[in-house]
């Protein structure tokens, strides 16, 4: 019995452990360079590796030279980077000095209007075997150039959007059912629009 139970643990630990590699077309900007530099990147998914996640990008990327071999980048030596999933969706990063004016590593761009700008620094919160993220999200309105930090799962993000748009009723309606980040988006491209 003590065999069959360490034969099943075994396959256990082996089937949860043994995920196939998966690389996303790439391409990246370092900040000492001008070159463009298309690759392949390794994802680092929590559960399955064909859907992106911010482990991926976080301290490090994990790319592909021309030859195959693996190289590891830091994130804070990255200018720009654009990932392209296995879904088709493409995600844009920046260094975050060039939004924020301190080097805090990478921001993904999740909007980017006339009037505002939206940007998320994902970072990891627990232990670093478990790959879990959490996000700080950067308003940005450009008329006066205000950089409003909003933590946008966070029960008060509601409020602090209410604050922003306050002078426009038929956005604070959008606020209150706000549950995805497509919906902030629809909000902020109707901000746009006014």
Known sequence: MKKI???LLLLCFNFLFSQKETYFPAKYVLKNFKDTLKTKILNIGLYDNEEFSPATYIRHITVLDPSGKKLKVNENDIKYLEIKDLKKVKRTFVNSKSVLSK???????????????WYRKSFYNGPIYTYETKNTDYLIMR???SI???YFRAPG???????????YPDLLLLIDGMVEDKDLIKILERYDKK
């Not at 080097?103 to 700008?117: E, I, R």
């Open 5 to 7: 139970n360490l034969l």
């Open 103 to 117: 080097d805090s590593g990478l921001l993904q761009v999740m909007y980017s209007g006339n009037k505002t700008q």
């Open 143 to 145: 008329k006066n150039k």
């Open 148 to 150: 409003n930090e909003i």
């Open 157 to 167: 993000a509601k409020a602090q959007l209410k604050e922003i748009f306050g002078a």
